[in-house]
């Protein structure tokens, strides 16, 4: 069976000046390019919002950026704007050596429901076709690095082994947001879920 790795949202508005910066989240740009440069299957994804999505404060008048409403499918972290279809922010960051991907799954592109999984869109049952895509081509292990850590990394990763995935994280090569503790919560799900988390930071 074969590998694959999948590169989560590194995009610019998630990077250094953009709308929803995690800091550090341009660092690892040279690490994920040597990966892809080693790895024979490379999947992206693509945070893909339409204007005025549900999961931006903005379109919940009186509502701060960064806290929590009561969805449909659940609790919504508000975020703000970020990632709009066709906007400089959506775009890749132009360090990344992208060229390479077989396959771009676009996600949280339905206007009513946040998508953090490159599996399943915020209510854990919207698929996003990526397992299908996958287990068709006999990839049964996956390699995930990207932005951020916290989210849209450690809901694909605990999606990937729920789905029966061998799941490993590179850590090195991701960043966290930490939005109240959310990086040692995360990181204590994925390793009890039974995703190997791997640091190969030197030193």
């Given at each position: 069976m074969a590998e694959a790795l999948v590169v989560i949202d590194l995009q610019n508005d998630f990077c250094p000046g953009g709308a929803l910066a995690v800091a550090g989240g341009d660092e690892i740009v040279p690490l994920v390019n040597d990966m892809i440069r080693r790895t024979d299957h490379v999947v992206l994804t693509q945070d893909w919002h339409p204007a005025g999505h549900s999961s931006f404060a903005s379109s919940h008048p009186g509502s701060q950026a960064y806290s929590t409403i009561e969805m449909p499918y659940g609790p919504q972290t508000l975020w703000p704007d970020h990632c709009i279809q066709g906007s400089l922010g959506s775009d890749f960051h132009s360090g990344l050596a992208w060229t390479k991907a077989e396959l771009v799954i676009r996600k949280g592109?339905?206007?009513?429901?946040?998508?953090?999984?490159?599996?399943?869109?915020?209510?854990?049952?919207?698929?996003?076709?990526?397992?299908?895509?996958?287990?068709?081509?006999?990839?049964?292990?996956?390699?995930?690095?990207?932005?951020?850590?916290?989210?849209?990394?450690?809901?694909?990763?605990?999606?990937?082994?729920?789905?029966?995935?061998?799941?490993?994280?590179?850590?090195?090569?991701?960043?966290?947001?930490?939005?109240?503790?959310?990086?040692?919560?995360?990181?204590?799900?994925?390793?009890?879920?039974?995703?190997?988390?791997?640091?190969?930071t030197s030193g």
């Amino acid at each position: 069976m074969a590998e694959a790795l999948v590169v989560i949202d590194l995009q610019n508005d998630f990077c250094p000046g953009g709308a929803l910066a995690v800091a550090g989240g341009d660092e690892i740009v040279p690490l994920v390019n040597d990966m892809i440069r080693r790895t024979d299957h490379v999947v992206l994804t693509q945070d893909w919002h339409p204007a005025g999505h549900s999961s931006f404060a903005s379109s919940h008048p009186g509502s701060q950026a960064y806290s929590t409403i009561e969805m449909p499918y659940g609790p919504q972290t508000l975020w703000p704007d970020h990632c709009i279809q066709g906007s400089l922010g959506s775009d890749f960051h132009s360090g990344l050596a992208w060229t390479k991907a077989e396959l771009v799954i676009r996600k949280g592109f339905r206007p009513a429901i946040d998508s953090y999984s490159a599996f399943f869109e915020n209510d854990h049952a919207t698929p996003t076709g990526l397992a299908g895509y996958l287990r068709e081509r006999g990839i049964d292990t996956l390699t995930l690095v990207g932005l951020a850590t916290d989210f849209c990394v450690a809901f694909s990763a605990l999606d990937a082994v729920k789905l029966g995935f061998r799941t490993t994280v590179r850590l090195d090569a991701c960043r966290g947001i930490d939005l109240n503790g959310s990086l040692e919560t995360m990181l204590a799900k994925m390793r009890d879920a039974g995703v190997t988390l791997e640091d190969h930071t030197s030193g």
